[in-house]
T-cell receptor, first 111, second 114 residues
């Protein structure tokens, strides 16, 4: 069946370095992908999205890359800050109202 | 503009008790969702409502019922709570404007069933 998963459950990054969080998906029909950030005790917060007809999209300090050939999605965070510590989820959509979420990667920033 | 609000924030139930989780959004969104989040897992869709008056099952609907009371409110009911329903519940609403899509989540309800 379709699944969205993450390569690493935890990631520790030095403050100021760049972070890369990866996500694999298995449904080639997925046409829309979203990255969310979830801080402890809070609901997920939208970070950035990308459609399947794009390879790259940039936001403020964040970039999402989509490689449809290998069904891989990544989130790059530039110059990571302590406030970036959180769990990051990718989610995929098959053109309907439903999103399928991955299990999440916990990003820890080392001072 | 409060976004998505949920009540209560915390709840403890005994097995067999019933309760309703409330959700409201003030962004005039058409679509609303209920998810549950368990430790070490992503969010799983329980039910969703694409518009006022319509509801559809998600991935894990068993043991739950929903009501889309009006455009603002979408409630989730547990008729007979079970320990397996111990989880954090999130309500969300979505906006779709052409190529722009975004989901807004509420702060969550932490439910424990003893």
């Amino acid at each position: 069946g379709e699944s969205v998963g993450l390569h690493l459950p935890t990631l520790s990054v030095q403050e100021g370095d760049n972070s890369i969080i990866n996500c694999a998906y298995s449904n080639s029909a997925s046409d829309y992908f979203i990255w969310y950030k979830q801080e402890s005790g809070k609901g997920p917060q939208f970070i950035i999205d990308i459609r399947s007809n794009m390879d790259k999209r940039q936001g403020q300090r964040v970039t999402v890359l989509l490689n449809k050939t290998v069904k891989h999605l990544s989130l790059q965070i530039a110059a990571t800050q302590p406030g970036d510590s959180a769990v990051y989820f990718c989610a995929e959509n098959f053109g309907n109202e439903k999103l399928t979420f991955g299990t999440g990667t916990r990003l820890t920033i080392i001072p | 503009n409060a976004g998505v609000t949920q009540t209560p924030k915390f709840q403890v139930l005994k097995t067999g008790q019933s309760m309703t989780l409330q959700c409201a959004q003030d962004m005039n969104h058409n679509s609303m969702y209920w998810y549950r989040q368990d430790p070490g897992m992503g969010l799983r869709l329980i039910y969703y409502s694409a518009s006022e008056g319509t509801t559809d099952k998600g991935e894990v609907p068993n043991g739950y019922n929903v009501s889309r009371l009006n455009k603002r409110e979408f409630s989730l009911r547990l008729e007979s709570a079970a320990p397996s329903q111990t989880s954090v519940y999130f309500c969300a609403s979505i906006i779709r404007e052409g190529r722009y899509n975004e989901q807004f989540f509420g702060p969550g309800t932490r439910l424990t069933v003893l």
